[in-house]
């Protein structure tokens, strides 16, 4: 253990950066949505189908997780397809998958 003079405090905003992401992650759908999108991009109706959700539904999610920034998008036409933007939060969750699967 550090000694008291050597420990090291997370900035406010840091904490609360992560604190949002974690809050993001603790949401089965969007759980399932990054995974989906950990093994390529998909378009909206494509996720929808996938995890048997609404358009509207996925819609929404993607927004809060593109606002976090761990998604991006890119337009083809009227379609938009979603992929991942941040390897370090997808690292993280295949990370916790393994750690489950593990202790099962």
């Known amino acids: 253990m550090k000694a008291e003079s050597q420990i090291t405090w997370l900035a406010n905003e840091t904490v609360e950066a992560v604190s949002h992401i974690f809050k993001a992650l603790s949401d089965p759908s969007r759980l399932k949505m990054l995974h989906l999108l950990s093994q390529g991009e998909c378009s909206v109706g494509r996720i929808a189908e996938q995890l048997d959700l609404s358009s509207s539904a ?3 999610q993607l927004s809060l997780l593109k606002a976090l920034r761990l998604v991006k998008y890119r337009r083809e036409g009227k379609t938009l397809y979603y992929s991942c933007d941040d ?3 997808i690292s993280l969750l295949r990370q916790t998958i393994d750690h489950v699967e593990h202790i099962k």
Do not use: D, I, P, R
């Open 58 to 60: 996925v819609s929404h």
């Open 87 to 89: 390897e370090h939060v």
